[in-house]
């Protein structure tokens, strides 16, 4: 007689809700948050009504950032009820406990512990021991093909406008073995493209005094240039962010034009006028900057350089701020973000004299937008007929003739920040194409941000 065999019924997980407000940093910490929540057995739901508990991810850089995260934890609250919050904005817990008093728990940025031990008091864990939760390369909140590695937290820079240092602390540095060991699990799971985060890429390692460790046989030091040399042995694209132009920094356009790196550097200028850099509290040596981007471009011309840049900031004048637009003229940057100057609280720049009026920070911010936008289209513009790869994004649908489009990113382009490149007809060359897949796209046409192109037939 044959026994029956009982199955196992394995209990429905708890459902863990995120919202992750703020910049790639805070996003890492989200998927960090998330990954240790699916090995403790948690399930993830898309949505307020699915969640047992909704975890907010909060940004606190500007005052704007911070209504922002109270209108998403108002909402959560007022659409699941159950919500714990965390990130940059947990240092200011009785503001959060002042407006809404039923939040579950508060805890600060980077505090993984304590807001997995929050959860689990929200809803505990059920046990299961036949499950596998968590893939190899960890939870992402990122499509699968790109990936934000981050290198360090806090920062040991005292800008005047920058309240992160009080937010995150001074710069800790993780150990390179750990970071290169994530970088090659992340390749393994399916990345194709590596976006180096941190407060201040170019100072990994300061702090550890760019102690070696063993990696592939070998030692390795805690610094950025050395670790780029390992990631550009990963065989993806590598891309530099926040990266503050030390003289260091010369080492690895050499990387970039050997194709071990992807030409892009991130770096944070904020202005160019030296009085402005000097009340920011930031070094004034722009002229240097100016020779030493002229030498990158003649080591890799295909080089791309972004940047961001504060206007209104207070004691900025006409003349400072014709100076720099000059320096953009002469910089020819290929990429560029302005902001008009915000008051956060805490910042030392806000005790600043001469503040700028808000009607004048809005035609500088336009007149700024309008000068580099010109720049940008006439750099797209010298792009048409060139051949570049494209990792490609998205694949569209087939529209009523058969056509299916694809959205990529060049070489010069960071997901999120920069532009696109938007590909005609890929089903004629690439029937088979995928997110991730990187081809070779002749372009067609440009506008100020954008790329127009087709891709190349494969032979």
């Known amino acids: 007689m044959r026994r029956a065999i009982m199955a196992t019924k394995i209990p429905p997980a708890p459902k863990v809700g995120m919202v992750s407000l703020g910049c790639p940093k805070a996003l890492v910490d989200s998927e960090r948050i998330l990954t240790k929540l699916r090995a403790d057995g948690y399930a993830m739901s898309p949505d307020y009504a699915g969640a047992d508990v909704v975890l ?142 941190s407060q201040d890429t170019s100072a990994y390692g300061v702090d550890i005094r760019h102690e070696a460790r063993e990696w592939r046989g070998r030692p390795v030091r805690a610094h950025m240039t050395d670790l780029a040399a390992a990631l550009g042995e990963l065989g993806v694209w590598t891309r530099l962010h926040y990266v503050y132009p030390y003289p260091h920094v010369d080492q690895v356009i050499p990387l970039m034009a050997e194709g071990k790196l992807t030409p892009y550097l991130d770096i944070p200028f904020q202005h160019a006028a030296p009085s402005v850099l000097k009340a920011m509290k930031r070094p004034a040596n722009e002229a240097k900057v100016l020779e030493r981007i002229r030498s990158w471009r003649a080591i890799c011309p295909d080089i791309a350089i972004r940047s961001s840049f504060v206007v209104g900031f207070p004691g900025e004048t006409e003349t400072d701020f014709q100076y720099l637009l000059d320096w953009l003229e002469e910089a020819q940057l290929d990429r560029v973000g302005a902001f008009r100057f915000e008051p956060v609280e805490g910042a030392a720049a806000n005790a600043l004299p001469d503040a700028v009026p808000e009607a004048v920070k809005e035609e500088r911010y336009a007149r700024i937008m309008e000068a580099t936008a010109r720049i940008s289209a006439a750099k797209l513009q010298a792009k048409i007929g060139r051949t570049l790869p494209v990792i490609i994004d998205e694949v569209g649908e087939a529209d009523e003739d058969g056509s299916v489009g694809a959205t990529g990113r060049s070489q010069a382009d960071a997901p999120e920040i920069d532009g696109n490149v938007f590909l005609r007809d890929v089903q004629l060359s690439h029937p088979a194409l995928a997110p991730g897949d990187i081809i070779d796209v002749t372009i067609e046409d440009a506008d100020e941000h954008d790329l127009y192109g087709a891709a190349n037939h494969v032979l």
Do not use: W
């Open 56 to 197: 907010v991810n909060t940004c606190g850089f500007l005052d704007s950032a911070k209504e922002e995260s109270l209108q998403a934890i108002g909402e959560a609250i007022a659409e699941n009820g159950r919500v714990i919050v965390t990130g940059c904005m947990g240092n200011e817990a009785e503001l959060i406990r002042a407006r809404f008093p039923d939040v579950l728990a508060v805890t600060g940025a980077h505090q993984y512990e304590a807001v997995v031990n929050a959860v689990h008091e929200a809803a505990p864990p059920v046990p299961n021991a036949f499950v596998d939760l968590v893939p190899e390369g960890g939870l992402k909140l990122t499509p699968r093909h790109y990936s934000y590695l981050k290198i360090s937290e806090g920062c040991n820079h005292r800008c005047a406008f920058c309240i992160i240092p009080s937010l995150r602390g001074d710069l800790v540095s993780r150990r390179v073995d750990a970071v290169l060991r994530e970088a090659e699990k992340l390749v393994q799971a399916g990345t194709k493209e590596l976006l180096v985060i």
